[in-house]
Structures are given as structure tokens and as C-alpha cells.
């Protein structure tokens, strides 16, 4: 078997696409432009890159982008008063602040001061909550972006087994609560899960969210399942340094009946979500209908 390649860059460009015409009618007929403001604190290499990369994809969707680029050794206190003036600025729809965060600063206690409205990246407790309880929420963009791809390819996901491999707050925990509320039999493993492969044999959805290059086989794979590979990392193979997934792509590919590939999979959906949440900011905030 030779699995379907799920096109992530494709449908992130095509989610783009669509925000772009929204934005553009929410000009034409409201006078609004959604507006997103991106926090970083210190020089993290790969933060960088990504903050760099939704600031152009922002601009290029018509939206305001803001970035404020702020010292390693930022206090506290100036980040919660740069965060409480974003909360207030008419003109930005969307806050995000790029996590990791040096370790002086509080992470939950930062983001926990982002206007739930504004919380686009949705890891706020409030939309946290929201999202437990099954109401509108902002909803964190990583996951929406895989469900997003699994609707797309299985349709509906009612009755299906899923098993996600990870328990972050920022992707694991999330995509179950999706995956849940789609009427999918969750189950959630871990570095604690008692034979992994076993259990994410089971799946008829395979969600991989660990952080370890290339741990999840073949061997993992039911037969026909749809794999979601979220692991971005960076090893050196043959000299240079290449980005591979938490899947063996190779062998997983060989059993699986569908699979993201690592670049080019859940990556680009990520930012595309993310402008889509800040247009559905700026929407609610307007009293408008949200985008669909
Ligand atoms: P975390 O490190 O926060 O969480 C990793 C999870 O994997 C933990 O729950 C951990 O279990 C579990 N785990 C670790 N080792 C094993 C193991 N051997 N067997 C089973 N489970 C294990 O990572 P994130 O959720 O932040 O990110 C996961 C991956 O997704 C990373 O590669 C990251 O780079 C990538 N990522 C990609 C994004 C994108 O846009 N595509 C966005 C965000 C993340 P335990 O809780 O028991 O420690």
C-alpha cells in the first residue's frame, strides 16, 4: 500500500486564499482591517524564523502586522503592560506571544493576561475551558489546522478510533478535545503509556505529537489509517541538517492510507489557522458573522 500524500502546503495556501477574500470584504464593506500583534522576547533562533514567517503571511492576507521584539531581559512587568495595551488597541484583533519564553517570565501567567478575545493562539485558560466544556472558543492553531486536514480527507470522523501521541497543553490535550468533540473514541498516550505500538495500532486516526525524530514506525500503523505527523525537528543525516517528523515517514507511509509529510504537512496549516483565527477575532469583536 502506498499511502495518500495529505498536502498541507497546498491546503494552506487555499486557507489563505480564503482569508484573503474575507479580509478584503471586511475592508470593502466594514472599513475594518484585522490587525495581529506577534510578542517575542530574546533571540531563540527557530522563534525568530517563525515570527518572521507569520508577519509575512499576515501583510500578504492584507492584515496589520505588528511585531514588538522585545530584549531577553525583559521584565515581567514590562511585558504584562505591553500585553494590557494590546488588550486595548481598537486596531489589533489578535495578540500571540511566542512561547518559549525566557525562564524568568511566567508563561501561564502572561498568556492567562492576553484578552481571551484576542487569544488567538487559544491557550488562554478561559478558551482552554471553552473548549472542554464544547463553546466557542478560540481554538489553538496546531490542532485546528490537523483537524482541519482530517476533515478534509476522511469527512466525517464520528465513530473513529484516534490515538494522540502527546499531552501538551499546546497540541496534545487540544487535538483530543477536537477529536472528541467530533465524535471520535479518543485515547490520549504518553511517555507513561504502557505498549505504545500496540496501542496506536488501534487507531483509525494517528495523531504524533511527541518531539522525537522518526519514533513512530511502521509498526505503529493499523493498516489504511490516517496519519497526522505534528513533529518538527531538526537532525543531522549525511552531513546536513534536515527537518523530519515525529513519524518514520518511509515505513509509516508503506502502511498507513494516508499521512502529512514532514516539511510541507501540519507546519504550513499552523500560520494559516492562525490568520484565520485572527479574522474570526475581529469578527466576533465587530458583532459580525464569523467565517466559515
Ligand atoms: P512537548 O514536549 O510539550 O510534549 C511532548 C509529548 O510527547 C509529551 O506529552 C510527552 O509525554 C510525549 N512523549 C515524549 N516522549 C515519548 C515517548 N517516548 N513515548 C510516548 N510519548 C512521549 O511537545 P509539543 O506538544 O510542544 O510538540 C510536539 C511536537 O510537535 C514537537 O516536535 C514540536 O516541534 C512539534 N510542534 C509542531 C508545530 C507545528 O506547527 N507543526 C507546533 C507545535 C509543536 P509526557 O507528558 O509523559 O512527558
Given at each position: 500500500m502506498t499511502a495518500t500524500v495529505i498536502d498541507g502546503k497546498a491546503f494552506a495556501a487555499r486557507v489563505r486564499g480564503q482569508v484573503a477574500e474575507q479580509v478584503a470584504r471586511l475592508k470593502a464593506e466594514h472599513g475594518l482591517v484585522p490587525g495581529l500583534a506577534v510578542v517575542l522576547v530574546g533571540e531563540d533562533p527557530a522563534s525568530q524564523v517563525y515570527v518572521g514567517a507569520k508577519g509575512k503571511q499576515t501583510v500578504e492576507v492584507g492584515m496589520i502586522s505588528v511585531e514588538h521584539k522585545l530584549p531577553v531581559d525583559t521584565s515581567e512587568a514590562d511585558l504584562l503592560a505591553l500585553i494590557a495595551a494590546l488588550n486595548a488597541?481598537?486596531?489589533?484583533h489578535g495578540i500571540l506571544v511566542q512561547l518559549p519564553?525566557?525562564?524568568?517570565?511566567n508563561s501561564d501567567l502572561v498568556i492567562n493576561s492576553i484578552d481571551p478575545a484576542k487569544d488567538v493562539d487559544g491557550f488562554h485558560i478561559s478558551n482552554v475551558g471553552l473548549l472542554g466544556t464544547g463553546q466557542k472558543a478560540m481554538v489553538p492553531c496546531t490542532p485546528l489546522g490537523c483537524l482541519m486536514m482530517l476533515r478534509a480527507h476522511l469527512g466525517k470522523l464520528s465513530g473513529l478510533n484516534a490515538v494522540v501521541v502527546g499531552r501538551s497543553n499546546i497540541v496534545g490535550k487540544p487535538m483530543a478535545q477536537l477529536l472528541l468533540g467530533e465524535s471520535c473514541t479518543v485515547t490520549i498516550a504518553h511517555?507513561?503509556?504502557?505498549?505504545l505500538a500496540a496501542v496506536c495500532r488501534g487507531a483509525d486516526i494517528l495523531v504524533a505529537a511527541v518531539?522525537?525524530?522518526?519514533?513512530?514506525?511502521?509498526?505503529?500503523v493499523k493498516p489504511g489509517a490516517t496519519v497526522i505527523d505534528v513533529g518538527i525537528n531538526r537532525i543531522q543525516r549525511d552531513g546536513k541538517t534536515r527537518l523530519v517528523g515525529d513519524v518514520d515517514y518511509a515505513s509509516a507511509a508503506a502502511v498507513a492510507g494516508a499521512i502529512t509529510p514532514v516539511?510541507?504537512?501540519?507546519g504550513p496549516m499552523t500560520i494559516a489557522c492562525l490568520l484565520a483565527n485572527t479574522l474570526t477575532a475581529c469578527c466576533r469583536e465587530n458583532g459580525l458573522p464569523e467565517p466559515v
Amino acid at each position: 500500500m502506498t499511502a495518500t500524500v495529505i498536502d498541507g502546503k497546498a491546503f494552506a495556501a487555499r486557507v489563505r486564499g480564503q482569508v484573503a477574500e474575507q479580509v478584503a470584504r471586511l475592508k470593502a464593506e466594514h472599513g475594518l482591517v484585522p490587525g495581529l500583534a506577534v510578542v517575542l522576547v530574546g533571540e531563540d533562533p527557530a522563534s525568530q524564523v517563525y515570527v518572521g514567517a507569520k508577519g509575512k503571511q499576515t501583510v500578504e492576507v492584507g492584515m496589520i502586522s505588528v511585531e514588538h521584539k522585545l530584549p531577553v531581559d525583559t521584565s515581567e512587568a514590562d511585558l504584562l503592560a505591553l500585553i494590557a495595551a494590546l488588550n486595548a488597541d481598537a486596531k489589533i484583533h489578535g495578540i500571540l506571544v511566542q512561547l518559549p519564553l525566557p525562564s524568568h517570565l511566567n508563561s501561564d501567567l502572561v498568556i492567562n493576561s492576553i484578552d481571551p478575545a484576542k487569544d488567538v493562539d487559544g491557550f488562554h485558560i478561559s478558551n482552554v475551558g471553552l473548549l472542554g466544556t464544547g463553546q466557542k472558543a478560540m481554538v489553538p492553531c496546531t490542532p485546528l489546522g490537523c483537524l482541519m486536514m482530517l476533515r478534509a480527507h476522511l469527512g466525517k470522523l464520528s465513530g473513529l478510533n484516534a490515538v494522540v501521541v502527546g499531552r501538551s497543553n499546546i497540541v496534545g490535550k487540544p487535538m483530543a478535545q477536537l477529536l472528541l468533540g467530533e465524535s471520535c473514541t479518543v485515547t490520549i498516550a504518553h511517555s507513561r503509556t504502557r505498549d505504545l505500538a500496540a496501542v496506536c495500532r488501534g487507531a483509525d486516526i494517528l495523531v504524533a505529537a511527541v518531539g522525537r525524530p522518526e519514533m513512530i514506525t511502521g509498526d505503529y500503523v493499523k493498516p489504511g489509517a490516517t496519519v497526522i505527523d505534528v513533529g518538527i525537528n531538526r537532525i543531522q543525516r549525511d552531513g546536513k541538517t534536515r527537518l523530519v517528523g515525529d513519524v518514520d515517514y518511509a515505513s509509516a507511509a508503506a502502511v498507513a492510507g494516508a499521512i502529512t509529510p514532514v516539511p510541507g504537512g501540519v507546519g504550513p496549516m499552523t500560520i494559516a489557522c492562525l490568520l484565520a483565527n485572527t479574522l474570526t477575532a475581529c469578527c466576533r469583536e465587530n458583532g459580525l458573522p464569523e467565517p466559515v
